[in-house]
Structures are given as structure tokens and as C-alpha cells.
T-cell receptor, first 115, second 108 residues
Framework: NAGVMQNPRHLVRRRGQEARLRCSPM?????VYWYRQLPEEGLKFMVYLQKENIIDESGMPKERFSAEFPKEGPSILRIQQVVRGDSAAYFCASSPQPQGGAEAFFGQGTRLTVV | RKEVEQDPGPFNVPEGATVAFNCTYSNSASQSFFWYRQDCRKEPKLLMSVYSSGNEDGRFTAQLNRASQYISLLIRDSKLSDSATYLCVVRGYQKVTFGTGTKLQVIP
């Protein structure tokens, strides 16, 4: 049973380009969370999705950022027109349905560098 | 008020010391609780679940106080390898919420 898979592990983009980060949850998990971590800072919640639904996007910047979790395929975090300040590690976590007390599992993260 | 709050630290302690972290949560309907550990530039990993009666795993003890809405993590006989960031995690009906973490540095 593969863990949470994120790709790419490292992504370099020039200012103004688009970044697409992918997250495949663990098998059987239908809940996905995206977090951003700036160097030397803690995890900052961005968005919580279930299949085909955004449940909580209170941590998403209002512009340039979007997320989806389609019925088929991985969850995608999309950043349009990247700027230097978007450089960070982006972690995805997945969990089964909230009931039952199961923990969430993290992917290894995507490290985005904007040059 | 943040859903989950932790003192960011850093906590600098000598080897062999005992150190405790607290974490408060705002949603009284929260259902389950965890401590995660994050090493530098790595993904967070589950350290231990927190049960209502309190639980222990070797040098680590976790406790839950539902009345005051906080959980704690106690580390005894600190090792250099305990240096990391410790994240408090609260699971409610709808979602999992992570604290921003408390940084621990164990000094030789």
C-alpha cells in the first residue's frame, strides 16, 4: 500500500510561469489537505478537499492559487503567475473519512523554487 | 482564536532533561488527537495518538484534558535525536487541523 505520493519532488519555475503540484492520496483515502511551509516556519493550512468538493479553502490566497480533487486522478494544487514569495515546500496529507479517529499521512512534499 | 495553538519555541534543553509541550484547541467537539514530529526539510510523521486516559510510549507521554481543551506531550530523558518540531493535531467531524509546531533543540 503506497503512501501519499507527491510529484514532482522539486520544481523550479521562472516568475510568471504556472506551477502544478500533484498529490495522490493513500489508497482508500478520500480526504486531502494541502499545506505550505516557508523556510524556518511552521505548516500553514491552505485547503481541504474531498473527492470533487472543496470543503475548506480558508488558507488559500485569494488570487493565483486553486486546488481540485477530481473523481479520478490526483489532487492538483495550481499556482498561476508564480512570484518569488511562492517559493516554499508544499505538503499534501490524506486521510480516510474523519470518523473513526484515523490519522492523516503526509507526502514527502514538493519544493517549489521560483527564480 | 486559532483552531489549534502551540508555542512555536524554540525550546532549548540539555540532554537528559524533561520537556513538556502544550497545545490548545478551540473546537470542543473535536474527536481525536495526535502528536506528529517533523524533522528539518522532511514531511511530518505520526509520533503518537493521544487517548482520553493518557498514554505512554517509552520516554513519551501524551495527555488530553477535554475540560480545558488542551493536549500535552512530555519527553523524558531527552536525546539529541529528539531535536525536531512537534506538531499537535486535532481531528474533528469534518477535518484534521494541524498546529504550526513547537521546535525542540536538545543540546549536548
Amino acid at each position: 500500500n503506497a503512501g501519499v505520493m507527491q510529484n514532482p519532488r522539486h520544481l523550479v519555475r521562472r516568475r510568471g510561469q504556472e506551477a502544478r503540484l500533484r498529490c495522490s492520496p493513500m489508497k482508500g483515502h478520500s480526504h486531502v489537505y494541502w499545506y505550505r511551509q516557508l523556510p524556518e516556519e511552521g505548516l500553514k493550512f491552505m485547503v481541504y478537499l474531498q473527492k470533487e468538493n472543496i470543503i475548506d479553502e480558508s488558507g488559500m490566497p485569494k488570487e493565483r492559487f486553486s486546488a481540485e480533487f477530481p473523481k479520478e486522478g490526483p489532487s492538483i494544487l495550481r499556482i498561476q503567475q508564480v512570484v518569488r514569495g511562492d517559493s516554499a515546500a508544499y505538503f499534501c496529507a490524506s486521510s480516510p473519512q474523519p470518523q473513526g479517529g484515523a490519522e492523516a499521512f503526509f507526502g514527502q512534499g514538493t519544493r517549489l523554487t521560483v527564480v | 482564536r486559532k483552531e489549534v495553538e502551540q508555542d512555536p519555541g524554540p525550546f532549548n534543553v540539555p540532554e537528559g532533561a524533561t520537556v513538556a509541550f502544550n497545545c490548545t484547541y478551540s473546537n470542543s467537539a473535536s474527536q481525536s488527537f495526535f502528536w506528529y514530529r517533523q524533522d528539518c526539510r522532511k514531511e511530518p510523521k505520526l509520533l503518537m495518538s493521544v487517548y482520553s486516559s493518557g498514554n505512554e510510549d517509552g520516554r513519551f507521554t501524551a495527555q488530553l484534558n477535554r475540560a480545558s481543551q488542551y493536549i500535552s506531550l512530555l519527553i523524558r530523558d531527552s536525546k539529541l535525536s529528539d531535536s525536531a518540531t512537534y506538531l499537535c493535531v486535532v481531528r474533528g467531524y469534518q477535518k484534521v487541523t494541524f498546529g504550526t509546531g513547537t521546535k525542540l533543540q536538545v543540546i549536548p
